[in-house]
């Protein structure tokens, strides 16, 4: 399972752009890129997924370059309640593998 | 259409009890996975299950753990002999298919285990 390296913590305030980049130098071919947010005391909640290129939905947009070893979580005009832990996982899907968590991007958002 | 789903959500036993956490997946998902996270660090896998049968134990302890996902109710995962060690929050999730790499864990809320 190929390795992520992502912020330990970062800090913005309400209304700005949080982008959280990942890096993951080691991706596999079949791998995809995926995020999770996990608020306190609650189990970690899908946001997005993506192999390349860009993917949005109606919560983030993922950033994937040509080169996939990194990727990046963009939060357009975040809010409050934004503030959690952002996870980047790399392999090859939920579905059969068990999921491989770093520590994660504590994000706390100010008012 | 209920998401995961864990009882209890908090459990205190004594060292040398027995822990029992059940995990009931969403309605249609045949996939279920254990996490267990310590604090202020992110979750890590223990074990994947599908009906019946344990398809990956790589990250169970080889003592005192045990997973099981019966043809009818609930995933249960056992933890025998609790020692304080093994106070942290676990995570079931569930996903309706595998092999795939678009397809999503859906995670419960936890249960928050207190060994004293």
């Known amino acids: 399972l190929a390795k992520t390296t992502q912020p330990i913590s970062m800090d913005s305030y309400e209304g700005q752009e949080v982008n959280i980049t990942c890096s993951h130098n080691?991706?596999?071919?079949?791998?995809?890129i995926t995020w999770y947010q996990q608020f306190p005391s609650q189990g970690p909640r899908f946001i997005i997924q993506g192999y390349k290129t860009k993917v949005t939905n109606e919560v983030a947009s993922l950033f994937i370059p040509a080169d996939r070893k990194s990727s990046t979580l963009s939060l357009p005009r975040v809010s409050l309640s934004d503030t959690a832990v952002y996870y980047c996982?790399?392999?090859?899907?939920?579905?059969?593998?068990?999921?491989?968590f770093g520590k994660g991007t504590h994000l706390i958002i100010q008012p | 259409n209920a998401g995961v789903m864990q009882n209890p959500r908090h459990l205190v036993r004594r060292r040398g009890q027995e822990a029992r956490l059940r995990c009931s997946p969403m309605?249609?998902?045949?996939?279920v996975y254990w996490y267990r996270q310590l604090p202020e660090e992110g979750l890590k896998f223990m074990v994947y299950l599908q009906k019946e049968n344990i398809i990956d134990e790589s990250g169970m302890p080889k003592e005192r753990f045990s997973a099981e996902f019966p043809k009818e109710g609930p995933s249960i995962l056992r933890i025998q002999q609790v020692v304080r060690g093994d106070s942290a929050a676990y995570f079931c999730?569930?996903?309706?298919?595998?092999?795939?790499?678009?397809?999503?864990?859906?995670f419960g809320p936890g249960t928050r285990l207190t060994v004293l």
């Open positions: 999730a569930s996903s309706p298919t595998s092999g795939s790499g678009t397809d999503t864990q859906y």
């Open positions: 996982l790399v392999g090859e899907g939920g579905g059969a593998d068990g999921l491989t």
């Open positions: 309605k249609g998902h045949s996939h």
């Open positions: 080691n991706i596999a071919t079949n791998d995809y």
